[in-house]
């Protein structure tokens, strides 16, 4: 997500979810030139609090969202590019908390039908991060 500063997110494509999910800690709301606002933390490192990154995002939307054990919560949603396989799309992204899940964010089918297809059989299919940075995440 260059536009908001995170250069690596390990993510987990999800096709059963419309909408990405980005695992946003500190999440508060704002108003900037008479706009709501969002001001969040994100943690790109699995299971590690290290690297934060403070993001400010316009507020897009506020939905009503469900989690596949059924539990409904009403979730910010801002809007994002998304760098997925050498391709930059943008996608709504809604801010919620993923630290109990393996991965920091989902992408949805919505950010998917922008050109992209699925190969459920593979794994890391747009490319591993680069050396230096699995070298700096090593040992969290």
Same mark, same amino acid.
């Given at each position: 997500?260059?536009? &908001?500063?995170?250069p690596w997110v +390990?993510? +987990?494509? /999800?096709?059963?979810?419309?909408?990405?999910?980005?695992?946003?800690? /500190?999440?508060?709301?704002?108003e900037r /030139?008479?706009?709501?606002?969002?001001?969040?933390?994100?943690?790109?490192?699995?299971?590690?609090?290290? /690297?934060?990154?403070?993001?400010?995002?316009?507020?897009?939307?506020? %939905?009503?969202?469900?989690?596949?054990?059924?539990?409904?919560?009403?979730?910010? !949603?801002? %809007? !994002?590019?998304?760098?997925?396989?050498?391709?930059? !799309?943008?996608?709504?992204?809604?801010?919620? +908390? $993923?630290?109990?899940?393996?991965? $920091?964010?989902?992408?949805?089918?919505?950010?998917?039908?922008?050109?992209?297809?699925?190969?459920?059989?593979?794994?890391?299919?747009?490319?591993?991060?680069? +050396?230096? &940075?699995?070298?700096?995440?090593?040992?969290?």
């Open positions: 997500m260059p536009g &908001i500063g995170l +390990k993510v +987990k494509i /999800d096709t059963g979810a419309r909408t990405s999910s980005l695992h946003a800690a /500190d999440v508060e709301e704002f /030139d008479g706009r709501p606002w969002a001001r969040f933390t994100v943690h790109p490192w699995q299971d590690s609090d290290a /690297d934060p990154q403070t993001v400010e995002c316009p507020v897009h939307d506020r %939905r009503r969202v469900r989690s596949s054990s059924g539990h409904v919560t009403r979730r910010l !949603v801002v %809007r !994002v590019d998304l760098t997925l396989a050498g391709r930059t !799309v943008p996608a709504e992204v809604t801010l919620s +908390k $993923r630290d109990r899940m393996g991965f $920091r964010m989902l992408v949805g089918r919505e950010a998917l039908r922008q050109g992209y297809v699925v190969d459920p059989s593979r794994s890391y299919a747009g490319g591993r991060p680069p +050396k230096e &940075i699995r070298r700096r995440n090593r040992g969290r």
